[in-house]
């Protein structure tokens, strides 16, 4: 089974991320949502990240002093193309001829919709 990134949205902001432009693009931190699912069907579950700058993250420890990297991409100034292609990149390594074994793999760095679901 083929997997692959069906769409990429962000949970905070109302435009699109691919026409957005952060005001400090060198501190910048935003929570996306990626739908993936398999290739050539219809279908697909959430899997949400932070995206990130390091200079956010170190004010953010300022303040916290303790954070959790899980589900997070850091990237060194805000690049819809770039977070894009590492996401993609990301999605085809994780591949499987199951899905719920390709989504297990894809839940190690991010958020799975049904990452705790006890049926």
């Not at 400090?24 to 949400?48: L, T």
Request: charged content about 30%.
């Amino acid at each position: 089974m083929n997997i692959e990134l069906k769409s990429l949205r962000s949970l905070e902001l109302e435009d699109s991320l691919i026409n957005y432009w952060p005001t400090d693009p060198v501190n910048f931190s935003c929570w996306v949502r990626v739908m993936i699912g398999p290739k050539d069907q219809d279908g697909a579950e959430a899997f949400d990240m932070l995206v990130c700058t390091p200079v956010w993250l170190q004010q953010e420890l300022a303040s916290n002093k303790v954070l959790s990297g899980k589900g997070m991409i850091i990237i060194e100034v805000y690049d819809y193309d770039e977070i894009l292609s590492y996401l993609e990149k990301k999605i085809i390594a994780c591949d499987d001829r199951d899905w719920s074994k390709a989504a297990i793999k894809l839940s190690r760095f991010s958020f799975w919709e049904y990452e705790d679901y006890q049926p």
